[in-house]
């Protein structure tokens, strides 16, 4: 059975399986994360209590296939069927199943390219069932002429003539063990390769989203508040702050380099004010408050994102599995990874703190001046595990708590809906939330909120354990809170009065001592 490695933890079900008596051999070892190993198991009974029943739940529906007698009970080998659509967006089975609506889903995202993709998957995936049927039917035959060498080779101590039967059929175990090898070789060849294909596929979008090939295809659907443009002239946000001696770019930039700064004095106060505000106001709408690991693994960042997003964004540790995150909801989700959550503690509803870390690559780039595109910011962030009938529910609440915390900060807001081209390949559906901009006189995003479906949970392989002992996939959700010091760029605009100071709304005074206005210095 290709299985992960056993971990150290006693509840690892791989290590606490009360199975009995069995045999394992590590046959070979594809990455250092995962081996392929073959184990002779007892034949599951009807029971629902047999304990090889409860060893396989976790794992999923295997294939057992009769190998011979262990005390009385049959034993077999479980082959790898159950790993089936593991660590990908779509099941394999629903490719299979629904090649055409793939195609079109694909279409509806402007990725042609990967058209291809999906006759190419559904080609090796049947060469892979019908080499594992034919490795299945081999072990069969092989153990059933390995008895009857042992007969023969009994029976020859009486009739001699016997030796000769017993070392042909010997020749033709060989013969099949040798076949096997290579068949098991092939399996490991092909499940990569389906594997590789199917991280490519797009997850399928919900029927709502709006189609067009790129962001300028987004759709407003309404807004929050009075986009109002002061008599005034406003001016850039870096010059705001640098009235209150609150930043230093030229100092960051020899430190560091372009897209970092340093904030100071009452602007740097004002962005730890605004991210506590955020968290007791998730914190008050029931959110458990996590501060998660900063750093996470690779095989963590594969499962939270596509390879596009993860080379666009992601900083590696060099010399270890380790990356900087790039938000929090990526070591948020990983937190599940290979577990088993009761569906009695769903939902799990999170905020999160964290810095973030991003390379930033792409056509946005990085506006010097300003701290909207940067290498390094912090963020509130909030997800959700839930039920798949609840996903669009939670969708819903969780956009609507960005708009009621930026108007509770007197800064107006719209919704914006993202077409198919501007998803993500993992998303189904997701919004942004975006400032008003009085000095731009326009809007930019300051919240994304996104619903991923099962996407998330299956590459993760985390399951949800039902009241009736079913296993099913849950679905994930995640949305900004709070992410400064873009924020603050919309609420210094938007607080900011004739004089230069900027005054702090009611919600936020108790986060900086209590203070109505910020005085500027210069």
């Known amino acids: 059975i290709p299985l992960p490695c056993p971990s150290a933890s006693p509840r690892d079900p791989l290590r606490w399986a009360p199975v009995g008596p069995h045999l394992h051999k590590v046959r070979s070892i594809p990455s250092g994360a995962r ?109 059933a002429k390995s008895k009857q060498v042992g007969v023969l080779m009994g029976q ?88 209150f001696d609150g930043i230093d770019m030229d100092a960051a930039g020899r430190v560091s380099g372009a897209g970092f700064y340093y904030l100071m004095g009452d602007i740097a106060r ?21 501060i998660p690991p900063f750093m996470i693994h690779g095989n963590v960042v594969e499962g939270v994102m596509s390879q596009t997003e993860m080379d666009a964004m992601m900083y590696k540790i060099e010399g270890e599995d380790l990356y900087l995150i790039g938000t929090s909801e990526h070591s948020m989700i990983g937190k599940f990874i290979d577990q088993i959550i009761p569906e009695d503690k769903l939902p799990q509803t999170l905020t ?55 108007r509770s900060l007197d800064i107006p807001v719209r919704q914006l809906e993202c077409c198919s081209g501007d998803l993500a390949d993992l998303k189904v559906k997701s919004c942004d939330i975006e400032a008003w901009s009085p000095r731009q006189k326009k809007y930019f995003e300051v919240c994304s909120c996104s619903n991923l479906g099962d996407a998330q949970a299956r590459r993760l392989k985390m399951r949800v354990k039902g009241s009736d002992g079913k296993m099913y996939l849950p679905h994930t959700l995640n949305n900004t809170v709070v992410a400064p010091p873009r924020m603050l760029i919309a609420f210094l605009e938007n607080n900011l009065q004739a004089d230069g100071s900027v005054k702090i709304p009611a919600a936020l005074r108790p986060y900086v001592g209590g203070m109505e206005v910020l005085l500027p210095t210069k």
């Open 35 to 143: 081996r392929r190993i073959s184990i002779a198991l007892p034949c599951p009974s009807a029971s629902p209590r047999d304990p090889l029943r409860t060893f396989l739940s976790p794992i999923g529906a295997a294939l057992w296939s009769p190998a011979g007698d262990y005390k009385g009970r049959p034993y077999g080998f479980i082959s790898h069927h159950f790993i089936e659509g593991e660590s990908t967006m779509l099941d394999i089975k629903f490719i299979r199943e629904n090649p055409d609506a793939v195609k079109e889903n694909i279409k509806k995202k402007f990725q042609e390219q990967k058209l291809p993709l999906v006759d190419q998957v559904l080609e090796l995936d049947a060469e892979n069932r019908r080499t594992i049927q034919e490795a299945q039917e081999l072990r069969t035959a092989r153990n």
């Open 156 to 243: 020859s101590k009486k009739d001699p003539s016997k030796l000769a039967e017993a070392e042909a059929l010997k020749a033709e175990v060989k013969a099949d063990a040798d076949r096997l090898a290579f068949l098991e070789g092939r399996e490991t060849e092909l499940a990569a390769e389906i594997r590789r294909i199917l991280l490519q596929i797009p997850n399928i979008i919900d029927p709502s989203v709006p189609i067009g090939p790129d962001d300028s295809c987004n759709v407003e659907v309404q807004r929050f508040g009075e986009a109002a443009t002061p008599a005034f002239e406003i001016p850039y946000h870096t010059q705001i702050m640098e009235s």
């Open 270 to 290: 004002l962005h730890e004010a605004v991210l506590a505000y955020a968290r007791d106001f998730m914190i008050d709408k029931g959110f458990t408050f996590c």
């Open 352 to 406: 999160s703190y964290s810095p973030c870390f991003r390379k930033e690559k792409g056509a946005h780039g990085i506006e010097e001046r300003g701290v909207y595109r940067i290498h390094q910011f912090e963020k509130q962030e909030m997800i959700v595990v839930c039920k798949p009938e609840d996903s669009m529910k939670w969708y819903e609440q969780m956009w609507q708590y960005s708009v009621e915390l930026f």
